[in-house]
T-cell receptor, first 115, second 113 residues
Framework: GAGVSQTPSNKVTEKGKYVELRCDPI?????LYWYRQSLGQGPEFLIY????????DSGLPNDRFFAVRPEGSVSTLKIQRTERGDSAVYLC?????????????FGQGTRLTVV | GEDVEQSLFLSVREGDSSVINCTYT??????LYWYKQEPGAGLQLLTY?????DMKQDQRLTVLLNKKDKHLSLRIADTQTGDSAIYFC?????????????FGAGTRLAVHP
């Protein structure tokens, strides 16, 4: 596709349930990032993939959060035992290389609401 | 640790200049960015500057960097109603070798006639 695609665009789930959020990066982009944006805040870094491996997962808030990128393209962010505090917009970004200056292109995000 | 701070709200008249300010804390060499976020749209990179530069101009946008005070500003000339959005300042330390962005909370720009 032309840009970073995230599905679903909206997800409503009950407290305690498991959710998966999907990110399709721009074709050929080796670097992939997940961010979380809470209401009224800027995006916060969660995890960075270079290829298939998670090179930096220091932003994951706790062990309920996990992300994979098994083939170095599509990534899935998985949240177990969701809590109301997990409600936010989850953003995915990709870039062509891992260098410090390479433009990161953002998807439109998945709005997660935990009720 | 790294921290980025911005004022939360700015209101300007159409045709005037807008100046959005940001302060950051990372003392190492870093890239600094301005992103724009409109309702229903993703984050759009507007411009960026490396920390060894003082100024960068791109059409209606001017970025000024005061390294001593760790202060970054974005000036939008001839502000239009289409410029109404939330503007995020972000930094990315180059020591990490990858583009890990640290964002401010965003400045909401409202442009009125």
């Amino acid at each position: 596709g032309a840009g970073v695609s995230q599905t679903p665009s909206n997800k409503v789930t009950e407290k305690g349930k498991y959710v998966e959020l999907r990110c399709d990066p721009i074709s050929g982009h080796t670097a992939l990032y997940w961010y979380r944006q809470s209401l009224g805040q800027g995006p916060e870094f969660l995890i960075y993939f270079q290829g298939t491996g998670a090179a930096d997962d220091s932003g994951l808030p706790n062990d309920r959060f996990f992300a994979v990128r098994p083939e170095g393209s599509v990534s899935t962010l998985k949240i177990q035992r969701t809590e109301r505090g997990d409600s936010a917009v989850y953003l995915c970004a990709s870039s062509s290389t891992q260098g410090s200056w390479t433009e990161a292109f953002f998807g439109q995000g998945t709005r997660l609401t935990v009720v | 640790g790294e921290d980025v701070e911005q004022s939360l709200f700015l209101s300007v008249r159409e045709g005037d200049s807008s100046v959005i300010n940001c302060t950051y804390t990372d003392s190492s060499s870093t890239y600094l960015y301005w992103y724009k976020q409109e309702p229903g749209a993703g984050l759009q990179l507007l411009t960026y500057i490396f920390s060894n530069m003082d100024m960068k101009q791109d059409q209606r946008l001017t970025v000024l960097l005061n390294k001593k005070d760790k202060h970054l500003s974005l000036r939008i000339a001839d502000t239009q109603t289409g410029d109404s959005a939330i503007y995020f300042c972000a930094e990315s330390p180059i020591s990490g070798g990858y583009n890990k962005l640290i964002f401010g909370a965003g400045t909401r720009l409202a442009v009125h006639p």
